[in-house]
């Protein structure tokens, strides 16, 4: 099983490819200087493997990485940040 982590700036989200299929997205906003998530599913098929944590991570990770702020109005990214402090930084006042 091969998993992509991929961002599809056409389509305004995140995708996870499995075995180059997409298996979930992390959908987004992009505002200036602002990234805001707005939902994040993975597809009932591929539930329960940790690809929407992954999934996540890299969008974060992303996100760090161009310096954009992060607006996590997608319950799952919000918790995500929860359980992942070093992310909290990101995260627009």
């Not at 098929?45 to 940790?50: N, V």
């Not at 109005?73 to 992942?84: E, N, Q, S």
């Amino acid at each position: 099983m091969t998993i992509d982590l991929v961002d599809n700036s056409t389509e305004s989200r995140f995708e996870v490819l499995v075995d180059g299929k997409v298996a979930g997205f992390a959908e987004y906003r992009l505002l200036p200087a602002k990234i805001v998530f707005t939902h994040t599913e993975v597809l009932p098929a591929y539930e329960g493997q940790g690809l929407a944590s992954k999934l996540v991570g890299h969008a974060l990770r992303a996100s760090a990485d161009t310096g954009l702020r992060v607006v996590p109005l997608c319950p799952y990214v919000a918790k995500y940040i929860d359980r992942h402090p070093e992310f909290k930084e990101l995260v627009d006042a």
